[in-house]
């Protein structure tokens, strides 16, 4: 499903299943979905497996889980948009600028 990046404090992964846990607890965050209207809300585990289960038929999509030390704080999509969201708590550390930065020089 694709290749993992890793940057100064990041790695980008592949989605994995055990992330639907997470992906549902941080999308579960009212703040995400205004700023991530397409989300469904609330998101479910049900949303987060249907979302799993879509990548795993669409090989083109490139999506990345975002980890830190390991834990899945967010995603990030470089096609057929560019889009990402974080987990509220990891805002304002520059965390996205560098997924960014590594999604946009290695693909």
Same mark, same amino acid.
């Given at each position: 499903?694709?290749?993992? @990046?890793?940057?100064?404090? /990041?790695? @980008?992964?592949?989605?994995?299943?055990? !992330?639907?846990?997470?992906?549902?607890?941080? #999308?579960?965050?009212?703040?995400?979905?205004? $700023?991530?209207?397409? /989300?469904?809300?609330?998101?479910?585990?049900? !949303?987060?497996?249907?979302?799993?289960? #879509?990548?795993? !038929?669409?090989?083109?999509?490139?999506? $990345?889980?975002?980890? @830190?030390?390991? !834990?899945?704080?967010? /995603?990030?999509?470089?096609?057929?948009?560019?889009?990402? $969201? #974080?987990?509220?708590?990891? $805002?304002?550390?520059? #965390?996205?600028?560098?997924?960014?930065? @590594?999604? /946009?020089?290695?693909?």
């Amino acid at each position: 499903m694709g290749m993992c @990046l890793t940057g100064n404090r /990041l790695v @980008l992964r592949p989605l994995e299943p055990k !992330d639907c846990a997470e992906m549902v607890r941080i #999308l579960a965050d009212p703040v995400i979905s205004y $700023w991530v209207p397409v /989300l469904p809300f609330p998101y479910t585990a049900s !949303d987060a497996k249907g979302f799993f289960n #879509l990548l795993q !038929d669409n090989l083109h999509r490139q999506v $990345w889980a975002i980890t @830190l030390k390991e !834990d899945f704080i967010g /995603l990030i999509e470089e096609y057929p948009n560019f889009g990402f $969201w #974080l987990d509220p708590a990891f $805002w304002g550390q520059g #965390l996205i600028s560098e997924a960014a930065d @590594l999604v /946009l020089k290695n693909t």
